[in-house]
């Protein structure tokens, strides 16, 4: 390429990329859902769903400390008194509050009370829902060899483990079955990291998302995407690529009779230069920390309900 060639791309480049960045602000500006949520009932029932799935998560511990949770419950309950004020009492409340019951159960059983709580949510006459599920290990290491839809239907977010080591080879085998996951042109850009040991609580604390459980985890792989492998007009092409080389490792793991947390990565670039601690280059995008255990013969998880399919599906014309 001629220098005039080279000069015409550069600008060609910088040129996108502002665009992109302009186009980026724009549509965060006034779809995310940090921004005016209580005027837009799809942004306040998405806070809502994932402040109840915090408490759900607190439940499902392998000792959930007594009275944890307290400010966040009160939280949760501002954000439904918010919604009912704009959009009214309907269906979708009965899930959020039945975990607010739940919550509000656990803590009186364990000698907490929190009149004003118990107060606020009598008004909702709400019932206290399934927040967190007993498994046996064995019954789910059985379906993950059935077929998929048993595989993925046994597959949980897991919070605490036996002290026992992971097997080395299970894992070896997991990345193996993984790799065979679809890219962008073949490019294969996924990178894995594997840490143990006080490395991996340590990432774990970086990461934020299991406070109060992460010495349960021993070891974790962290996913990451190499930005060197796109174009300029391919810029969230590593979060494609990458999420789905992780949701085929997070399943393989499983496959393999391994227990798993996904911890997402969706920083802001301040926080993600903290990986540099770690040894990942600036031009790795981060997806996802996997944390990894062996499961204990019974375990409770978040019962994690899930949207029917019709909300989230649409037939196109």
């Known amino acids: 390429m001629t220098p005039y060639g080279r000069i015409k791309n550069w600008l060609k480049v910088r040129r996108s ?17 940090s921004c005016a949520p209580e005027k837009d009932i799809a942004k306040l029932q998405n806070l809502i769903r994932r402040e109840a799935h915090t408490l759900e998560k607190g439940l499902s511990l392998r000792a959930p400390r007594h009275g944890f949770g307290e400010e966040k419950a009160a939280h949760l309950l501002g954000r439904i008194d918010a919604y009912v004020a704009r959009f009214g009492r309907d269906g979708f409340l009965d899930g959020p509050l039945g975990i607010l019951a739940n919550y509000l159960e656990y803590t009186e059983n364990h000698g907490i009370a929190l009149p004003s709580l118990k107060k606020r949510l009598a008004a909702y006459d709400a019932r206290p829902a399934d927040a967190v599920v007993e498994l046996d290990a064995e019954a789910v290491r059985q379906s993950a060899q059935g077929d998929f839809d048993a595989l993925t239907a046994s597959r949980h977010s897991i919070r605490y483990f036996t002290p026992d080591p992971v097997p080395a080879a299970a894992v070896d085998a997991a990345l193996a079955i993984a790799s065979r996951t679809p890219s962008a042109c073949n ?7 594997l840490f143990t040991g006080d490395r991996c ?8 998302g299991c406070r109060g459980f992460e010495t349960e985890i021993g070891t974790c792989i962290l996913v990451t995407a190499d930005r060197r492998a796109f174009l300029y007009y391919e810029t969230h092409q590593p979060y494609v690529d990458g999420g789905m080389y992780a949701m085929n490792l997070l399943n393989a793991l499983h496959f393999k009779g391994l227990g798993t947390i996904p911890l997402s990565c969706g920083f802001e670039a301040e926080k993600l230069l903290g990986l540099r601690d770690f040894g ?31 909300e989230t599906h649409t037939q196109q014309a």
């Open 17 to 33: 990329f502002r665009r992109e960045a302009r186009a980026f602000l724009r549509l965060n500006r006034r779809y995310n859902a």
């Open 187 to 193: 490019r294969q850009a996924w990178r894995t990291h």
């Open 201 to 208: 609580h340590a990432l774990l604390r970086w990461q934020g």
């Open 280 to 310: 990942i280059p600036d031009y790795e995008v981060p997806v996802l920390v996997i944390g990894i255990g062996c499961m204990e013969p019974h375990f409770h998880v978040a019962a994690s309900v899930r949207k029917p399919v019709s």
